[in-house]
């Protein structure tokens, strides 16, 4: 069958009909028409945080990960100090980013199935008054932990300290207000909870920053404050833009708004949460995560103990069904994850623990309750 498979994965995810339509024309990066869209773009995505005031949005070509690396690139200068919050694999990745830009980079080990901690962080800054600016990861995918913004960016305001937000996975379905969360820059992309197709990701630059990042960045490609520039003096991007991904994400913001913003896809991401962990639970698997430290974005689950289980035929078993898992990214556990996001209900949650269950029959597994 050609039908499009289920994606519970965190990026690419399942995108509507409307969206993936809206990628059947083309259209003239010049062109006052897609101009206008990726203007559209902007406001709505200031709109998402109630930012309007305080911060502007520069959209960056490329995967998530190079707007997380441009906004270390542009935000932080080349003499500064980093300090990453450390409790997942998304993590590392920041602070491998930061230092191999050259900037200095200290990480704070946290657990991996907790979320980091804000007195940690206080403490952190008083023994070292170089640290000129803190990365929080707000959903660290790599186990699907909510870290907690609110208390982050309070130690850092109180502090003088610059944050980094990498909001990749959690932008759009966790609300973020930032009238009442302070951060220099916050970083999201256009595959995850807003809906659109991957290409593009994009970076909310606090205003009152915005002037001192002039010629920090090291690479011309990752400018942010270059790109900022020119979009607002030409209403083009610099460089090729990703013209089918913006106009699907201007689709796909469109379908946002039509559907509540923000709450209601929270909501929809609970109900799809809860569809799935429940169901598994009556399949015996376990969640790696506590509740109430899980957001309803991505669920990481223990493998199941029996010795027949084998992530890849299970992967395997479960894709012939019309759904694609996603496997596990820690390093001390066997786990594999599911992801909750995308245009996808209750109905294919409900699908998704039935092919989970067949898979578990092809396998001769009873069970899905795991080891420990
Ligand atoms: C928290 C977080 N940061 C960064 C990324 C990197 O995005 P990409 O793979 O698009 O570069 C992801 C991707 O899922 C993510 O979840």
């Not at 406001?43 to 959209?59: M, N």
């Not at 080990?109 to 170089?130: I, Q, R, T």
């Not at 970083?187 to 909870?193: H, L, M």
């Amino acid at each position: 069958m050609d039908r499009d498979k289920i994606l519970l994965t965190p990026g690419p995810l399942t995108t509507t009909l409307r969206t993936k339509l809206a990628m059947l024309r083309d259209w003239g990066s010049w062109d006052a028409d897609f101009n206008a869209v990726t203007a559209r773009v902007r406001q709505s995505l200031l709109k998402i945080i109630h930012g309007e005031d305080s911060h502007v949005v520069v959209p960056l070509q490329g995967s998530g990960t190079f707007s997380v690396e441009a906004a270390v690139a542009t935000v932080v200068p080349r003499d500064g100090h980093v300090l990453v919050l450390d409790n997942g694999a998304y993590c590392k990745r920041a602070a491998r980013l930061t230092t191999l830009m050259g900037r200095r980079c200290t990480v704070l080990d946290f657990d991996e199935a907790a979320p980091v901690d804000a007195a940690a962080l206080e403490a952190a800054l008083k023994a070292d008054a170089s640290i000129s600016h803190v990365v929080l990861i707000h959903c660290e995918t790599g186990a699907g932990v909510h870290n907690p913004l609110q208390a982050v960016a309070d130690v850092c305001e109180q502090h003088g300290k610059g944050l980094i937000v990498d909001a990749m996975s959690s932008f759009a379905a966790l609300p973020i207000d930032a009238r009442a969360v302070r951060f220099d820059a916050l970083v999201a992309a256009s595959g995850k909870c807003l809906e659109g197709v991957p290409g593009m990701g994009f970076v909310f630059l606090r205003k009152a920053i915005l002037d001192g990042c002039a010629g920090r960045s090291q690479s011309l490609a990752m400018d942010l404050h270059d790109q900022y520039v020119y979009m607002e003096k030409t209403g083009q991007w610099r460089f090729t833009p990703p013209t089918h991904v913006v106009v699907a994400l201007a689709e796909a913001i469109a379908q946002f708004e039509e559907e509540g913003g923000q709450p209601a896809r929270l909501a929809r991401y609970t109900r799809n949460y809860q569809t799935l962990v429940h169901g598994m639970a009556r399949l015996g698997f376990m969640p790696f995560l506590d509740p109430s430290v899980q957001a309803p974005i991505i669920v990481t689950f223990h493998a199941p103990g029996d010795a027949r289980y084998d992530f890849k035929a299970f992967y395997a078993a479960a894709r012939a069904r019309g759904f694609l898992l996603y496997p596990g990214k820690l390093t001390q556990v066997e786990t594999f994850r599911v992801g909750c996001i995308g245009a996808i209900g209750s109905d294919e949650m409900e699908q998704a623990v039935h092919a989970v269950a067949l898979a578990l029959e092809d396998m001769g597994i009873a069970s899905g309750e795991p080891a420990i």
